[in-house]
């Protein structure tokens, strides 16, 4: 019988060598895979751990600054003007600011002269501040008669919408986003400068922002910039029926964290501190 040559022996023994040697290489990166897997999902929870901790301390934040507010030693309060103030936390650096919202311009009283200057002043041209004026006013009031540049129901929905205006005040901020016409740069810029919780067609320009006051007539530029700089900062002596918003945020290596509520001090013993609005 003729043995078998070497190179015949050994052809088995190579294919299995190649085989073997192909199975650690998917094994290798099997394990790759789940380290890499383990180390992402390690710095993930590490990410949410640190993120839970800035909110938290956010929080904080702002609990204590409602309950400098609610004290009755005026000179334990902060100002109120929305100037941020550094506030720190379990080793976390915060800004903490209170804002009145009688301050701002409130989108259901507001004068149509009102509502149009703030629209110039946050950079509309002229077409576009009167016709984003006139649909706020069409917003807010009832009945199908629109203004000279508004719009109600048929408007919207000949615009391709599918909702009409309220015809009543607005209910939030937010809402200033569903009027027609209302572009996100738009409401950006003057997002911070309306409220719907003063009730009062005039800004109280002591506590007002820049963009507020430039909303109050004869108002400009340099005046509003002279208002802001002359402020000395001193705690209100009442803050009581008082609208404010309170603010925290915090930029800690790449997380970024803000918390606000819209509070009311009432006075009340037996609820002293309404919520309006909480957003994170």
């Not at 540049?149 to 607005?170: L, V």
């Amino acid at each position: 019988m003729k043995a078998a040559s070497a190179e015949e022996s050994g052809a088995p023994n190579g294919f299995a060598l190649v085989a073997v040697l192909w199975a650690c290489i998917i094994l290798a990166m099997m394990a790759g895979a789940v380290l890499s897997a383990a180390r992402s999902g390690a710095v993930a929870a590490h990410l949410s751990l640190r993120h839970a901790k800035l909110v938290c301390a956010a929080d904080s934040g702002i609990a204590q600054t409602i309950l400098q507010l609610a004290s009755p030693v005026s000179g334990k309060r902060p100002r109120i003007d929305g100037r941020p103030d550094r506030f720190q936390i379990d080793g976390y650096t915060f800004f903490v600011s209170v804002q009145d919202e009688g301050g701002k311009v409130d989108l259901n009283a507001a004068t149509p002269e009102s509502l149009l200057r703030l629209m110039l002043a946050a950079g509309a041209d002229s077409d576009l501040a009167h016709a984003e004026t006139d649909r706020i006013l069409d917003w807010r009031e009832p009945g199908d008669l629109r203004r000279l540049q508004g719009a109600k129901r048929d408007e919207y929905r000949q615009a391709g919408y599918r909702y009409g205006p309220r015809g009543a005040a607005f209910k939030t901020v937010g809402e200033l986003r569903l009027v027609m016409g209302m572009s996100q740069e738009l409401y950006d810029a003057v997002a911070d400068a309306v409220t719907v919780y003063s009730g009062s067609a005039q800004v109280d320009a002591t506590v007002a922002p820049k963009l507020a006051l430039l909303s109050i007539a004869g108002m400009n530029v340099a005046q509003a910039e002279a208002i802001i700089a002359s402020r000395s900062g001193t705690p209100p002596l009442s803050v009581q029926g008082t609208a404010l918003t309170v603010a925290a945020w915090a930029d800690e290596q790449g997380l970024h964290v803000s918390r606000s509520e819209v509070i009311l001090i009432s006075g009340d013993p037996s609820l002293p501190i309404w919520i309006y609005r909480r957003s994170e």
